[in-house]
């Protein structure tokens, strides 16, 4: 890989919403990389906190995007229009990363100069206290597409993208307020393989009270992404029937559970696309 002598190969975006609290030990993980090619955009989305003041103190050692607040989505969608690099890193304004992290990506990308994804293994903290993934939750490595449809397996600060992929696949669906992620890499993966380095290079941090995975509701979202990769028609014949299935299995629970709360009409809806589903299959 090549790169402009004007521009890093390496893009970091991290988006930020009132994450006062903890957004400089995400941006001192970075700056602490034994890899220096890159630069760091931090994407300020329309925080009220001590955000603007936190930032101002890092000078030209980053650079700051601000807008009125969109989402994550648009945060890191603007992230990617603004960066330079050939390849683009996420930091989720809650996690770290440990020091070799964009070193071992980039060597992996040199030794596999046909790879468009790469992610690393994690480590889990909630609530201060280090926790084990579950089975079900284990990174796959390859075509991962139809293991990924049951639950997210891709986590955004772990991921090293060519920016070149966005063009093919598309960015961020701002018009999904959670669940995003899941939505892109189902994109990616029914069609390129997501590589996996078997280290745990970054360290995912959770149980606070402002995570959107925290949210009720969530697979109504991906119920949504489900059905417009069903509907794209890019899908194999495997792919399209566990994704069908995964849509229909989701429907039932969300709809059991709008029952539960006397939703009728919008159990009703669910069960409808479901239906729907099961004749085009």
């Not at 809650?94 to 046909?114: A, G, H, M, T």
Request: proline share 4%; charged share 30%; glycine share 6%.
């Amino acid at each position: 890989m090549k790169t402009s002598r004007n521009k890093p190969l390496v893009s970091v975006i991290i988006p930020t919403y009132n994450r006062g609290w903890i957004l400089t030990e995400a941006i001192d993980s970075v700056l602490a990389q034994d890899y220096k090619d890159y630069e760091l955009i931090v994407v300020d989305d329309g925080s009220t906190d001590n955000t603007r003041e936190i930032l101002d103190t890092y000078g030209r050692d980053i650079v700051v995007l601000r807008q009125t607040n969109k989402g994550v989505s648009a945060a890191r969608n603007r992230g990617i229009a603004q960066a330079g690099g050939q390849l683009v890193a996420f930091l989720d304004s809650d996690d770290i990363w440990q020091p070799r992290k964009l070193s071992r990506q980039v060597d992996f990308f040199k030794l596999n100069p046909d790879a468009v994804i790469n992610q690393t293994e994690e480590i889990w903290i909630r609530n201060g206290v280090r926790v084990n993934p579950k089975d079900r939750h284990r990174k796959p490595s390859g075509m991962i597409f139809e293991r990924s449809l049951g639950l997210c397996l891709v986590s955004p600060s772990a991921v090293m993208i060519q920016k070149t992929l966005f063009d093919a696949v598309g960015v961020f669906d701002e018009n999904l307020p959670a669940c995003e992620d899941y939505d892109l890499w189902l994109r990616i993966s029914c069609r390129y393989p997501v590589h996996l380095i078997d280290t745990p290079l970054i360290i995912k941090r959770g149980g606070h009270g402002d995570q959107l995975s925290n949210a009720a509701g969530l697979d109504r979202f991906r119920i949504r992404s489900l059905k417009k990769i069903i509907e794209s028609r890019q899908l194999t014949e495997s792919e399209y029937r566990a994704a069908v299935s995964t849509l229909q299995d989701k429907c039932a629970i969300y709809a059991g559970g709008c029952r539960k709360r006397g939703r009728e009409a919008e159990a009703a809806s669910y069960e409808a696309l479901a239906e729907s589903m099961e004749r085009k299959a």
